[in-house]
């Protein structure tokens, strides 16, 4: 079943039937204010920290309540209904509702008794406050006089936390005001005599509004049970039906913020209001309430803003192929599923609360690598953090606080820092993300020049970029295992497969190699010819005994417990075929043709399923060892048998890799959501972000995707096709085109700007090939190889590659 549509045009997802499966959100704003919003108006608002800056509640797993709620009520009748379908919950025989979801804004547009509603929520840019602007019409053919009421439920707190569990404390700090137009909630007011810069038991007095323009208010509520009224739940508030509410502040348990407004439309006459939302103290506030007077004009103009910046932030890749799916996913919503995770790690969703204070060092890293060809200057500023974030010994914090300090960080070696982060060791693979995601940076932009800039340690120190990867390196060199490769330590990317600090990662063990290589690279860059010859004779070292201990038969095994115990062999009675070390075994380098095929044939045949491929098989049960903490999920979710959505974007680069365009292009229609659009009621997550994983064929369940939004797989599955199916591979002097496409396609077009020049490139497939090079032709001139060297192109390049 559908309960939308894309419209490409303008970059949106249309949602045309209100009942969607679970939650269907947007995102709004950036983590300085930040709101998450559902296709009903559910959802909440944070200043800084999901966690710490919490200013609207929301019950998590809880019929997506409360939210952003606007409701209209007909006077002359009191009949009375809602911007967004929920929570009135109209019959939807009557209520017609459309919610726009697109590039930083959502739009609920809704028609019901003769009113023509349009509701459009946004934080403007570069402002840390939200925007419901509602603009109302009269489609009937009689005067219509009604009440708007917009509604918004404040935490007591700002740690969520507190607000919903230790209520002895936080249902009495809390209090409200009306002011001229807006309600102000106080936290802690009562502190409001002392000095501006004092603080009892670090508290001061927060404050936050919530305002009314565009109309005058004609009553104001700031008591939740008040406006509710006794039993009442948000569908049919006493505030609301009654028509009035009541003049009314809190004191002490719950606060809100509504406020209400008398319009009078003739026949076909509109009436714009606009709600504001945001913690600001009053002189603030109110500068804002009165920048909206004209709040028509200044609603669309912000509106325009953010489409045009978000429009711009795409433009860097766009591409016109065989597969409407692979265009909409490429060209816009898996580029804003990449910025929303680049932007937001996994701080706050539906799913993550916003407790995490900080950045997982694994996810941040490879985050960055989606929108590298998009934004190079955005994401080397995050490298240059991430890289802050590297502790002296070659390792990454497995956290990287909010309050990262560079120079002045404690550690794992440390224990205030693990019993602050809960994180009590370091991670096999955390620092060997860097070297993917610098060559990348680099290859893209050519700035070589960035290997030489001097970036802090993140206890002490200082060092170059380069250095700073010769030290991931020696980390590793540091901390093998028993065999001679990589040792788990307390967790490689799987961290519910624990091998034991001296257990051995196959996966890490082959990031390694892939590492050497890169560095290899970068050595030859800077004529690091010592270093050079020590790089080749690690790898050729550290890739015999991959070879000797992880290659079984028709497969690579993931590695060896402390105890000397081999997980992934064939012979095992549960899980013995492991997804990760076969495309990465092609990624790294490592395989050989044969290996590659026989391995990646097993995946395809073993572990692949209509909706992707198993991270192992078969699950854990009855055979689990002491760390494979994969076991106490149910069987095919998560780790435990279940398709864990990030592997497929590095399944389709490896496949690509292989020249194997159709196998590419397969394990991206089965993962890409907008290609189970019509399978919504299967799926369940919005069909136009990627969640973290799909329920395997083990699970009664096969196909329904989990955790939205915030996945790595967002960038994994970018780095998939872009580099691979579209076969966009840039190195340090110029650009390969080595394309990995489904038979049938004949051509395809792609528009990219590469180092402030833009390509526009025709594919052209007349024998249809999956891959493979015939001709090259650059601005008119026949080029000896699939290769753009830097030094040829011109500001507007016209590019022809015949496969």
Not at 449 to 468: R, S
Not at 529 to 535: I, V
Not at 748 to 765: A, C, P, Q, S, W
Request: charged content about 20%.
């Amino acid at each position: 079943m559908k309960y939308g549509y894309f419209d490409d045009v303008n970059r949106e997802y249309v949602i045309d039937r209100p009942d969607t499966p679970t939650p269907w959100v947007n995102y709004l704003g950036s983590p300085e204010y930040g709101a998450i919003i559902s296709n009903n108006a559910g959802g909440y608002s944070f200043a800084k920290s999901g966690a710490n800056g919490r200013i609207l509640r929301y019950v998590f797993n809880n019929f997506d309540q409360p939210g952003r709620y606007i409701y209209l009520r007909d006077d002359d009748n009191q009949d009375f209904w809602s911007a967004s379908w929920q929570p009135v919950g109209k019959d939807l025989k009557d209520y017609i509702s459309k919610c726009h979801h697109g590039l930083g804004y959502t739009k609920m547009v809704a028609d019901y008794a003769g009113i023509h509603s349009e509701a459009t929520y946004y934080v403007p840019k570069g402002k840390s406050y939200e925007v419901w602007a509602i603009e109302v019409t009269n489609t009937s053919d009689k005067e219509r006089h009604l009440t708007l009421t917009g509604y918004a439920e404040f935490t007591n707190h700002s740690n969520y936390e507190q607000d919903q569990v230790n209520l002895q404390y936080s249902l009495f700090i809390s209090r409200t005001a009306f002011q001229e137009n807006r309600i102000v909630q106080q936290i802690h007011g009562n502190l409001n005599a002392l000095e501006e810069d004092e603080q009892v038991d670090e508290k001061n007095v927060t404050e936050r509004f919530f305002g009314l323009a565009g109309n005058p208010v004609s009553s104001f509520c700031g008591d939740k049970k008040a406006f509710l009224g006794r039993y009442n739940g948000y569908d049919k508030p006493l505030g609301v039906t009654s028509g009035d509410l009541g003049d009314t502040n809190n004191y002490n348990e719950n606060p809100c913020g509504a406020l209400a407004s008398k319009v009078t439309l003739a026949p076909n006459e509109s009436k714009t209001l606009v709600f504001l939302l945001g913690e600001k103290y009053s002189n603030e506030a109110q500068a804002i309430v009165d920048s909206y007077k004209d709040a028509k004009t200044t609603v669309q103009a912000e509106v325009d803003e953010l489409r045009a910046e978000w429009g711009g932030r795409l433009e860097s890749l766009q591409v016109k192929t065989p597969s409407p799916v692979f265009d909409t996913m490429i060209n816009t919503w898996n580029a804003y599923n990449c910025y929303m995770t680049f932007i937001w790690s996994r701080a706050a969703s539906l799913i993550y609360c916003g407790l995490r204070n900080g950045y997982g060092y694994r996810d941040t890293v490879q985050d960055i690598q989606g929108i590298i060809h998009l934004a190079p200057e955005m994401a080397v500023d995050k490298i240059r953090f991430m890289l802050s974030a590297q502790v002296d010994n070659g390792g990454g914090l497995p956290l990287v606080k909010f309050t990262h300090n560079p120079g002045h960080v404690d550690t794992p070696d440390d224990a205030s820092y693990v019993q602050e982060t809960g994180h009590p060791a370091y991670r096999a693979d955390d620092a060997l993300w860097l070297f993917p995601t610098v060559y990348k940076y680099i290859a893209e932009t050519g700035n070589t020049a960035f290997l030489d800039e001097v970036i802090p340690y993140a206890n002490k120190g200082e060092a170059t970029v380069y250095d700073h990867l010769k030290a991931a390196i020696q980390f590793s060199m540091d901390n093998l295992g028993p065999h001679g490769m990589p040792a788990g330590l307390h967790a490689d990317w799987n961290d519910c497969l624990r091998l034991g600090a001296q257990g051995e990662s196959s996966f890490v063990a082959l990031q390694y190699y892939y590492a050497l290589s890169i560095l290899k690279i970068f050595a030859k860059q800077k004529a690091d010819t010592e270093y050079m010859t020590f790089l080749d004779s690690e790898q050729e070292s550290m890739g015999e005994k991959i070879q000797e201990l992880c290659w079984d038969d028709d497969r690579f095994v993931r590695g060896y417990t402390e105890a000397g115990e081999r997980i992934g062999e064939a012979c095992a009675p549960e899980a013995n075929m492991w997804l990760n070390p076969q495309s990465w075994a092609v990624i790294s380098g490592l395989a050989d043709d044969r290996q590659a095929e026989l391995a990646m044939d097993n995946v395809f045949n073993r572990l692949n399923t209509s909706y992707g491929a198993i991270l192992m098989d078969p699950p854990y049960h009855k055979h689990a060892f002491d760390g494979a903490l994969a076991v106490i999920y149910n069987q095919g979710n998560k780790e435990n048998a279940g398709i864990f959505s990030q592997s497929q974007g590095w399944l389709i680069l490896a496949e690509a890799l292989r020249g194997k365009g159709e196998r590419a292009f397969t394990y991206f229609m089965e993962n890409a959501p907008a290609a189970q659009n019509d399978q919504a009621d299967i799926r369940q997550l919005e069909p136009y972000c990627y969640g973290q994983f799909t329920e395997g064929p083990a699970s009664p369940n096969h196909g329904h995707s989990h955790v939205h939004w915030l996945t790595g797989t967002a960038s994994t599955v970018m780095v998939g096709c872009v580099e691979g199916i579209l076969g966009l591979r840039p190195d340090l002097d110029g650009l390969k085109l080595a394309p990995a496409i489904p038979k049938d396609w004949d051509s395809f077009k792609m528009d990219k700007n590469f180092r402030g020049k833009e390509l526009h490139i025709t594919v052209e497939n007349p024998n249809h090939k999956e891959s493979g090079f015939s001709k090259l032709i650059l601005n008119g001139q026949e080029l000896p190889e699939a290769y753009l060297p830097e030094d040829l192109l011109l500001d507007q390049n016209e590019i022809t590659l015949v496969l």
